[in-house]
């Protein structure tokens, strides 16, 4: 018997507390989050066994990729400042830890929804600046702008931080710490 995985969002949640849990309830804010959480709905009604993996704000060790490590680093890079929205917090978890996470709960017979993220939080300000000092860009330029200098075509929860507990019980797993995954681009960039 085959068993649905879905890759959902911490974006389920309105971002109005973080340190969100699975049992928390949803109330998403933007159409992503919508889309998700309407086919958390059909897993949890569909009455059959599933597992619902919510994600934090997901990076690759790929300084060619597009996400948020290789997108800061070429706009060090180029001498441009890194436009941080003002007061949002994040999970930020490295693909191969998501990876390794997926075939570990799906190993283990979890069954449900998880939340798979670093289990530390940041303000993405502060995540930039640990960032580019890690990389050696000391004089690198970081703005806190509010949400509507982005022009976002819609909102953005401000603090979807959830926490990984259950995740890790299931597991066992300790994700590396975030500043471990920043040397690693140091060095690997």
């Known amino acids: 018997e085959w068993l649905p995985v879905f890759l959902s969002t911490d974006n389920v949640f309105d971002g109005g507390r973080g340190g ?34 919510r994600l934090g704000k997901v990076f690759t060790m790929d300084p060619e990729g597009d996400t948020l490590l290789a997108d800061w680093h070429r706009t060090l890079r180029e001498a441009r400042a890194v436009r941080c929205v003002e007061g949002q917090r ?7 830890e998501v990876a390794d996470g997926i075939a570990s709960l799906a190993e283990r017979g979890a069954r449900g929804t ?8 940041f303000e993405r300000v502060d995540l930039a600046r ?20 982005f022009g976002f075509r819609d909102r953005r929860p401000r603090d979807p931080t959830m926490d990984p507990g259950a995740y890790l019980s299931a597991t066992g797993r300790r994700p590396r710490p975030v500043a471990s995954w920043f040397e690693e681009a140091a060095l690997r960039w």
């Open 90 to 96: 994040l999970n930020p978890t490295c693909a191969e």
């Open 130 to 149: 640990t960032f580019a000092l890690r990389c050696g860009f000391r004089d690198a330029r970081i703005t806190v702008e509010p949400e509507t200098a």
């Open 114 to 121: 998880f939340h798979l993220c670093a289990p530390e939080a």
């Open 20 to 53: 969100y849990r699975e049992a928390d309830p949803t109330a998403p804010v933007n159409a992503y989050g919508a889309m998700k959480r309407e086919v958390e709905r059909f897993l949890e009604g569909a009455g059959r066994p599933y597992l619902n993996v």
